[in-house]
């Protein structure tokens, strides 16, 4: 970890390039507050739905709500404060909060990898293993691997800072400093295990597994339609199981879009990458947070109906919680 002040031919750059007129920071102050508050909103109605109604208490709704808990943290904290970072020449906060800073960007940022490798395999036993998920996917499971999850999110990346340090060789005399991360060549092979191949090699090699089971499922039901009550079941049953593997599926392959190149790019730091690009790929990342309650409302209807409850404060009614949430979800 480090506070760096720029070396004097970056400053007069930027001294020249990065003054921006009343209206542009302005515009771009109002995008960050925007996108801010989009994001927690939006978030905030996943968790509230999710912890009102006891029908949403299923393992793979608990795994979505850490996932919005993490997204929801981006949106109150991580976006602000990289908007500043984006906007000022100056990193106003100084060293201490620079390692709190980091810190937290890469807790919520692991524990959303680590969140989707969650999904990743209760979708897999979901669909490969549909009679055996009951018994091997519980509730109790699921929140004790929740829990897990930021545990070792919370301890890997303290111990990040700890090995690596930081320092202040900051300039008095200039006002260009970047809350920036330098890590040694043994913590980049470490963290290219841990927070790239490891958990893409699980998401990959899992959904691929999936679709081709999906693929042969549907082949079998297809062959095997009889009008049979039980068929029938099975196979609305499945289907069900396909189109939440297919919606996390979205949600996972748009992360991991946004994920590696945006690390690829972190990790090589050549002199090839311009500032712009990562800059781009940084708020791309961000954006996503706002994005996957927007897949919800797209992809399950009992997210669209809890949302109607909230918004029209409905929730406040006596047993509003023990509402089937899924009875027009069904239907």
Sequence with gaps: MIYLRDNPERAQFLEHFGKRSSHEYNIIYMFVLLLSAWTVFLNLLVIISISHFKKLHTPTNLIILSLAVADMLIGL?????????????CWY???????????????????????LILIAVDRYMAVCYSLLYPQKITTTKTLISICLCWLFCSVYNIWYVISNGYFNTSDKTLCYGQCIVLITNAWKFIDLIF??????TVIITAYLRIFYVVQRQVKVINSQMSGVKCVMEV???RKSERKAALTLGIIVTAYLLCWIPFYICSLTKTTAISSTSMTFLTWTFHINSGLNPIVYALFYRWFKISVKYILTFRIFQPASSLIDIFTDYYS
């Design 195 to 200: 927070s790239f191949l490891f958990p893409c």
């Design 77 to 89: 904290i991580v976006i602000p404060v990289e908007g500043i970072k984006q906007i000022e020449t």
């Design 93 to 115: 906060f100084g060293d201490t909060y620079c390692g709190l800073f980091v810190i937290t960007v890469r807790l919520l940022l692991s524990t959303s990898l680590c969140n």
């Design 235 to 237: 196979s609305v049953r």
